[in-house]
Structure formats: structure tokens, C-alpha cells
């Protein structure tokens, strides 16, 4: 049986990336004492790196189901699910000590890779070729899904500094975290200023 890993209420992570709904409680008191369960059973302080790393990328999914919900244009809301999915995996990934890696990937689990990395590429070249444009700083603010869309980059942003720390204190084996979160942020903001120059026409 694949080991799982708590994501919210009653979401366990599966191998390959997939997720499956169980009849659980939430309220399990095991965090009473300030601690938090990783991957195979490990436990540290709430308030460890690893576990503020995976804090923010559950709050940069969050973020993203608020544009999501907000999002004017089905292709937008096809894109930023793509990206929810994706972080499922990076979560699980980052959830997981780096000697527990081999265990992981011998359980089937999914890692962060250069193709996922790829994708968002591919969803920045179709915004920049519909010749989106800013001109100085960008304002957040011109409708709700733009705004969205900007917090979801910031939020992003953060993910990115929390995992930076990780790769600073040589805890991240797999540098292609770093540079996913700095992929989606990229294609975060240009789908915020496509959502600005739709509201203006």
C-alpha cells in the first residue's frame, strides 16, 4: 500500500501525482505539540523550512483556485488547473526529507521535471504572441480576475524564496522546483495582463 500524505481535508497524495478522496477525521490532535508529519512518518516543528516551503505552495494553490473561480475565459481556468495538478506533485516532492527520495521514487511517486517546467514555457510564448505589453510597474486591481491572477504570482513569489532557503541550506536535491515556481510566476503575470488589456477593450 502507497504510504499517503495529508494535503487538506481528506486529501491524500498518491503515487503518480494523483489524488483520492478518504473518510478521515481532520481533527487528529498529533499536531498539538507544535509538530508535523512529512512524508514516511517523519515529523518536525511546524515551523520547519520544509514545511514552511510546503505551507506556501498550499497557499499558491489556494491562490490559484481563487483565480481559477474568478477567471473570465475557460482557457485561462484549463490553464491554471494544469498548474494546481502540477503542484500536487511538487508539494509531495518537497513534503518528502532528501534521504527518503529513493523510497519515494521507488514507490512510484512523480518528481517536479523538466517537461512540467516545459509546459508552463509553452502557456508564456502563447500569451507573448498575442503582443501583451506593460508598460512601467504593473498595478494590480483592473478587475477581479486579473487581481487574482497578480496574487497568485506574489504568492508564488514567496513559494519560491521558502524553497529557495531549502535549495540555500542544500536540502533540495532537485533544482527544478526552483525553477518551475520560477516558470509559473513568469506565466502568471502575463496572464494577469492579458486579463487588464480584456477589461479595457
Known sequence: MKVGLR??????????GKVKCTRMSIVTKTGDDGSTGLMYNRRVAKC????EACGAVDELNAAL??????????????RLLEMQKALVILMG???????????YA??????????????LDRVAKEIEAQNITCKGWATPG?????????????????AERRV???RENKQ????????????MSDALWLLARRAEGQAQT
Open 7 to 16: 494535503l487538506g481535508l481528506g486529501l491524500r497524495l498518491r503515487g503518480g
Open 48 to 51: 520547519h523550512p520544509r514545511v
Open 65 to 78: 483556485g481563487l483565480a481559477r473561480a474568478s477567471a473570465r475565459q475557460s482557457d485561462v481556468g484549463d
Open 93 to 103: 516532492e518537497l513534503a518528502t526529507q532528501p534521504d527518503d527520495l529513493p523510497r
Open 106 to 119: 521507488q514507490d512510484g511517486f512523480s518528481t517536479v521535471s523538466p517537461e512540467m517546467t516545459a509546459q
Open 142 to 158: 483592473a478587475n477581479l480576475s486579473a487581481a487574482s491572477l497578480d496574487m497568485a504570482r506574489a504568492v508564488c513569489r514567496r
Open 164 to 166: 529557495c532557503a531549502l
Open 172 to 183: 533540495l536535491p532537485n533544482g527544478e522546483i526552483l525553477v518551475f515556481l520560477n516558470r
